[in-house]
């Protein structure tokens, strides 16, 4: 592959610094935040203190989805960076990002259909629940055509190459 001038470098490295900043504010809700609440919420709901545990997991498996699918957009980022991203390397990390969004999303539909059967919470927990299970199919079915696209990019580049 040729390589090509670097574009938007203020804006990757923006980007990147930004993701720093999102694994940190994860990583504190991992390990502080969530435990605390659910803590609180037991105490507050008797109860429902026997799902603290098993919603305390769900919800740290869901924050591990987003840490990988952000560990995913920073390799992304450092491939356009490099001016390879039309190579089969951004396509795991592409496929990747699918599989946490994909991931979460049945975690979320897995919550929503248990709040749902049980009657647990208001009834904004399951409006929340289910616009997050819209807004994580969107964003998979987004992915799979950026995926598409970053197909095709890559076979025109190739076929551009081979005429040059």
Known sequence: MTSTPQTHPTAIRTLKALM?????????????????????????????AYLRIPYLIVCELLMVGFDAALIAIWRLLSLVASSSVFSDAAFRWVGLIIGCIGFDTVLVIGLLAHNLIASLGPPILAI?????????VALTLLMVVMRGLLTAATAQREELEEVI
Do not use: K, N, R, Y
């Open 20 to 48: 720093v900043l999102l694994l940190a504010f994860a990583a504190a809700i991992q390990i502080w935040l969530l435990p605390a609440i659910s803590a609180d919420f037991a105490a507050d709901a008797p109860e429902f």
């Open 128 to 136: 929340a629940l289910l616009t997050l299970t819209v807004v994580g």
